[in-house]
C-alpha cells in the first residue's frame, strides 16, 4: 500500500499513527514532492468510487486562491485532473492506496473496515 501525505497535515499524522501503532505496511509518499499524476488520480478515483470533487482539498489555501469552489462545477474531469495533477496541495490528503481500493481523507471506521485482519 501507498500512504499518500503531506508531514504538516495533523489528519495525516493522525492516520499514520494509526498505520504504525497497528503494524500495517505501506510505502510512504510526500505529496508535496511527488504529486499524483493525472492517470494516478484517474485510476484512484475509479478504485475509490467516489466522485471526483472529492479528491480537492476544499479546505486548503490554493483551493480558495483559485476561487474552485465557482470553477469546478463549470470544468470537465479531464480539466479537473488537470488541475488537481499540477500541485499536491490540491489533492486531499491522505490518500489510501492499495491494489483494489482508495481512502480518501482519514476516518478511523473506513481504516479498521478496509484493514481488518
Known amino acids: 500500500m501507498q500512504f499518500i501525505c503531506y508531514p504538516k497535515c495533523s489528519t495525516c499524522r493522525k492516520a499514520q ?24 488520480l484517474r485510476r484512484w478515483q475509479q478504485l475509490s468510487g ?5 479528491f480537492f482539498n476544499t479546505s486548503g489555501l490554493q483551493y480558495k486562491a483559485l476561487q474552485l469552489k465557482e470553477k469546478l462545477p463549470a470544468m470537465s474531469e479531464e480539466e479537473q485532473l488537470a488541475l488537481l495533477a499540477t500541485d499536491g496541495m490540491l489533492v486531499k490528503r491522505p490518500l489510501l492506496v492499495g491494489e483494489d481500493f482508495v481512502l480518501v481523507g482519514f476516518r478511523e471506521a473506513d481504516y479498521a473496515e478496509r484493514l481488518k485482519p
Open 17 to 40: 499513527s494509526w498505520l504504525d501503532e497497528r503494524e500495517i505496511p505501506y510505502t510512504l509518499r510526500l505529496i508535496r514532492e511527488e504529486n499524483p499524476t493525472a492517470e494516478e
Open 50 to 54: 467516489l466522485p471526483l470533487r472529492r
